[in-house]
């Protein structure tokens, strides 16, 4: 089946620094990609829809300018942590979806764990 | 609003038979998905239904009746590795995935 991979799957960080999430589709293209956050013992949150070549489109309540996400090619979308805080330790994970598949199956990455110190 | 309703937790025997409900009332739909989480890790791809009816799959099947806005994860010959979070999830009318708060299931020997 179609692969994504999410890079990194761990990753600590001081306060106020920056943290960038990639996703790629390896086997695929994914003219759309998702977000989400999943904090602990709860479901997953979509944060944003990412379409490449165009900005993203945030879910109420998920700041933008704190969440930057880029999708740059049909292969990669990147999210960026801006000026991290505690609050933002969560499980970050990405999904894409096969535009040549006919089911609409979600294939997900690994997720990143993001800690902030 | 929309909304989709699982059970939190269920409990069940190594061996046995477990059904997991979901309800939904979404604006549209366009499919069903159930997907299996394991602690710590991201969803793995269980099944997917948009016509009624009932879908098998080795030891899990999937049921839709989208009159009644409701699908079950049958679950047989429960092993220990089965312990997970189940998630429900419906595809509405502008293909947004919307999710349930997912179903523990806690397996015993």
């Known amino acids: 089946g179609a692969v994504v991979s999410q890079h990194p799957s761990r990753v600590i960080c001081k306060s106020g620094t920056s943290v960038k999430i990639e996703c790629r589709s390896l086997?695929?293209?994914?003219?759309?990609m998702f977000w989400y956050r999943q904090f602990p013992k709860q479901s997953l949150m979509l944060m944003a829809t990412?379409?490449?070549?165009?900005?993203?489109?945030?879910e109420q309540g998920v700041e933008k300018d704190k969440f930057l996400i880029n999708h740059a090619s049909l292969t990669l979308s990147t999210l960026t942590v801006t000026s991290a805080h505690p609050e933002d330790s969560s499980f970050y994970i990405c999904?894409?979806?096969?535009?040549?598949?006919?089911?609409?199956?979600?294939?997900f990455g690994e997720g990143s764990r993001l800690t902030v110190l | 609003g929309q909304n989709i309703d699982q059970p939190t937790e269920m409990t069940a025997t190594e061996g046995a038979i477990v059904q997991i409900n979901c309800t939904y009332q979404?604006?549209?739909?366009?499919?069903l998905f159930w997907y299996q989480q394991h602690a710590g890790e991201a969803p793995t791809f269980l099944s997917y239904?948009?016509l009624d009816g009932l879908e098998e799959k080795g030891r899990f099947s999937s049921f839709l009746s989208r009159s009644k806005g409701y699908s079950y994860l049958l679950l047989k010959e429960l092993q220990m590795k089965d312990s997970a979070s189940y998630l429900c999830?419906?595809?509405?009318?502008?293909?947004?995935?919307?999710w349930g708060a997912g179903t523990k299931l806690i397996i015993k020997p």
């Open positions: 999904s894409a979806r096969d535009g040549g598949l006919d089911t609409g199956e979600l294939f």
């Open positions: 239904n948009v």
């Open positions: 999830a419906v595809f509405d009318s502008n293909y947004q995935l919307i």
């Open positions: 086997d695929f293209q994914a003219t759309t």
């Open positions: 979404t604006s549209g739909f366009n499919g």
């Open positions: 990412s379409n490449e070549g165009s900005k993203a489109t945030y």
